[in-house]
């Protein structure tokens, strides 16, 4: 018998768990930080006790009580006694691999707690993707989805407490298993991007391998993987076939991006399958129709041409179909694009396995933009970038004197350089991101729009809000394509792949695709959260 099993992503837009279980056979499919949850608890200074290791997100229910599948070094003496009793307690034999289906962290991040000899099967892109973030970014320890610093039980002198300290550990990297391309069809720099930041005996590096769809297997499933079309390159959707036939699990996907063509494949080959599970998610089931990425390009150009100021565009850099977007925006009304440091490392991870990604040195319309008040001592991948890129820096007095000659991309996070920069009245401030889904975001955008009043920036695309709702102001709207597929796009994806049963995630609606899939020959179940599916 087959068991799915979900201990993430039920009623909640991320955080997918899901443990599939056949007999011996034990496999994860994504292991997602868990946004809405960590929110009732957590804020930027209420985290979980790093030093605490798996004690904080065990007790509140961040992760599953489930005993030997996680990491040894920050496992606390007698852990387990207190979760014995937790009616989700189990004590898994081993874990064949993770399906990871993109780099989102919501999908991802949660890997970090893993034991580090359970494999990441994931598409190149998705692992390099994942390891960029990391290098370029200031992980927590609950987000070390590539590598991780093992810590050591440690009693600092005079103090009585003990905790888990990172101290001069090597850094271990996680085993990834490429599921899309042989191995031998990456360039020496794309290892050696791989190899970067695990250097002689301060860290343990863990070499890529390939996935039993290329060759060697070491996972006990029979497995499939489907790049789709997401907000994030390299994103997959996985077919897993078991002793009660298929499973597939969409991932996060759409119908209406650049890479669409990808997700009707996805379709094509999953229906040929005759599974016997669908896992779907349904992050917009609700929604009626979709913004198209052309659509985002014809509505920015149009404001953006009008505009004699600067620039600001604010959307996820992760997103590199919409930096491809904005990077056309510009060459087309004669500005540069100027991306953060972070950005350019991206574009560059992306450049060692898609070619088609411009070369920054090359493409006239892209510059760099450094922060003002630079660190004295910038980590090295920082250092390398500007160093490798350093005819394409820019620096704030650059472009508070030639104001319209830039559209800055830059996020809410990114404003304290305005004060530097010095817009003038009247300068833009391009929106093109997702509406605030809770709480923290509507504080956070509510700030946005006291900064815009404050240097007097003209908003284009940005929610306001109007008794207690947020909308776009009308002839402000489609400037940002949703990663995710519309209702009547999710129904199509489930009625032409036919499984006998559909089990949605990723959702706050799941009650949708029973009362649109009622008539058809697709039963609909919904999970619970640590619920168990036999199939
Ligand atoms: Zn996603």
Redesign the pocket.
Known sequence: MVCLTFYGGINEI?GNKILLEDGDRRILLDFGFPYKRHKLFYEEYLKPRSGAGLLDPLTMGLLPPLEGIYRDDIEPPDLWQQFRSNPLYRRPDHIDGILLS?A?L??SGHISFLRNDIPVYATSVTAFIAKAMQDSGKSDFDQQVSYFNPTTRECPTGWKQIAFITGNVPKQQRQFCIADTDLKNLSPNALQFWSWGFWGKTSKQKELTSCPMTGHSKCSFNLRCFPVD???PG?CAWGIETSSGWVIYS??LRLHGKRAGLTRKFIEDAASLHPRALILEGTNVLRETNVAEHEVYENGLKAIANSDRLVIADFSPRDVDRLLTFLEIATDTGRKLAILPKDAYLLKTMRLLEPEIPDIVQEDSLVIYQDTIASKYPSLWMRNICQEYDSKIVLADGVKLAQDQFILCFSFFDLNELPSICPKPGSLYVYSSSEPHDEEQEIDFRRLHNWLKHFELKGFGLPVESNGEWEIPGGEKGLHAS?HACGLDLLEIAQEIEPEILIPVHSEHPNSYIEHLSNSNINVILPAVGGTIEI
Do not use: F, L, N, Q
């Open positions: 991320g993109h989102h919501d999908h997401h907000s994030i994103a991932g996060d990663g």
